[in-house]
């Protein structure tokens, strides 16, 4: 980055609070008491991020009479729920073309049920009253180089010849008369797979409908170990413990009770800032008019979106992988990216010169080999987990809150009989060699970026053995 350009990004980030804006916000509520002494339940949802909320509230209406607790090791919606780009797709796969490439037989199928998925996200935040500025505009995957726009001519071409639900292609006209940048060559327009809304609102408006319904919600109360107790299982914490006949762990990014399953998903940081609210005129000199979520097609993207009040959170790029997977709040602040992340931001909207940053911030998400959510049931089918959503679970938790409530009532449906939930992705390996493949698979994805997609020896070696990292 030139001096000026360092310059003039440092200075727009001179007055950035270290915090998600999502959750820098006076409407966050007060969180409830941590358990002390001993519950006994019928289900145990370990974990108060969108993964055990959707868990615990439809285990509710499945079944009002159950008897459901969720416990939580801080606020709900603290960690990964409250912190990332607020962008809520339909697909369960981390996008159609992961999906097609592992679970071909399978895929019209996975497609149809993250739309019934969506809609039905769509249906709870009307029906409870959730205040979370849904915004059902869709998204567009922007080419910012030659190689990416043919990639998005191919991808149209294809979805078509499929038969699934075929995006619109934008020229670079057409997609700058969306969004104006001189970095866009082209986009492709999925106008109703993809809802934005605001993270940490959705969060809270889960956790008062639980409430409302009847789950017993003990905040600042992790989960420190599990055991099975006569027919089902105990949990215990830090005050007290818990006894349930089934649990659910919706812990994600943090290690699993279940031992056994930690190996399977890595932490990998990510970063996102947010602008201050954009005047009217400053709005109108990039256009924008449709307010649909946008993410660039390079293996190292960006995603970025409009707020309800005109801010643009501007995220992704980096993707950080601690030695070892230890989770530490020193690398939610990382100043280098943030630099980075701001010069880009005006490399693509020159015309917002002089925009400031509010807010910088980072967090972790949980990464598995297959770059979407996986499941399994432990203790003779008294625990379901699901992990591994890969920073797309706004959406994708929901189905697997559904998949952990099938396998814990022990019923075969058409979620659990899909291929793509029987099956389990790679472990990683352990150190130094998780390390030292995941540093070279950044690097390979770098070089990819600047030499027109060519994936070399390396990437064409991992897809081969089904880690198949493609961002």
């Not at 006569?230 to 006949?245: D, E, K, L, N, S």
Request: one cysteine or more; proline letters at 5%; aromatic letters at 10%.
């Amino acid at each position: 980055m030139a001096t000026d350009a360092m310059r003039h990004a440092a200075a727009s980030l001179s007055g950035a609070r270290p915090r998600s804006y999502w959750l820098d916000d006076p409407a966050e509520p007060e969180p409830r008491p941590a358990l002390t002494g001993d519950e006994v339940c019928d289900l145990l949802v370990v974990g108060g991020g969108y993964s055990g909320l959707w868990t615990a509230l439809l285990a509710k209406e499945r079944d009002p009479r159950r008897e459901v607790v969720l416990i939580e090791g801080r606020e709900v919606g603290w960690a990964a729920s409250g912190r990332n780009g607020g962008f809520c797709a339909a697909s369960l796969t981390h996008g159609t073309a992961n999906g097609l490439d592992r679970w071909p037989e399978e895929i019209a199928k996975l497609e149809q049920l993250g739309a019934r998925n969506l809609d039905a996200i769509e249906e709870a935040v009307t029906r409870y009253g959730i205040d979370c500025d849904f915004e059902r505009t869709g998204e567009i995957d922007v080419a910012t180089r030659p190689h990416e726009l043919s990639g998005l001519r191919d991808w149209h071409r294809r979805t078509g010849e499929l038969g699934l639900d075929r995006p619109e292609f934008l020229d670079q006209e057409r997609m700058r008369a969306e969004v104006d940048s001189p970095a866009f060559l082209g986009g492709l327009w999925d106008r109703r797979g993809v809802a934005l809304l605001h993270p940490a609102k959705l969060a809270w408006g889960l956790k008062r409908a639980c409430l409302r319904l009847g789950v017993r919600v003990y905040e600042h109360t992790p989960g420190l170990a599990l055991a099975r107790s006569g027919a089902g299982v105990a949990v215990r914490t830090p005050y007290g413990r818990v006894f349930a006949r089934r649990a659910a762990l919706a812990t994600n990014v943090f290690p699993s009770l279940v031992r056994r399953l930690r190996p399977y998903t890595v932490p990998v940081y990510d970063y996102a800032l947010m602008t201050e609210p954009l005047s009217a005129d400053r709005l109108a000199s990039i256009g924008w008019k449709n307010r649909q979520g946008l993410g660039d097609s390079a293996h190292r993207f960006h995603y970025f979106r409009l707020s309800a009040d005109n801010r643009i959170l501007w995220g992704g790029f980096d993707a950080v992988y601690p030695f070892g997977g230890r989770l530490h709040s020193a690398l939610d602040r990382r100043p280098e990216t943030f630099l980075t992340l701001a010069g880009h931001f005006f490399a693509y909207f020159p015309q917002l010169s002089g925009v400031r940053f509010t807010h910088a911030w980072g967090g972790a998400i949980d990464t598995c080999s297959r770059f979407s959510a996986f499941f399994t049931t432990a203790y003779g089918g008294r625990v379901a987990h699901a992990a591994g959503y890969t920073g797309l679970g706004v959406g994708a938790t929901r189905f697997g809150a559904e998949v952990m409530l099938d396998l814990l009532a022990g019923d075969r449906t058409e979620r659990t009989g899909l291929r793509m939930v029987r099956s389990k992705p790679l472990p990683f390996p352990p150190e130094p060699f998780a390390w030292a493949g995941i540093g070279l698979t950044k690097r390979s994805l770098a070089r990819a970026d600047d030499r027109g997609g060519h994936r070399d020896l390396w990437l064409r070696t991992t897809d081969r053995l089904g880690f198949g990292f493609d961002s």
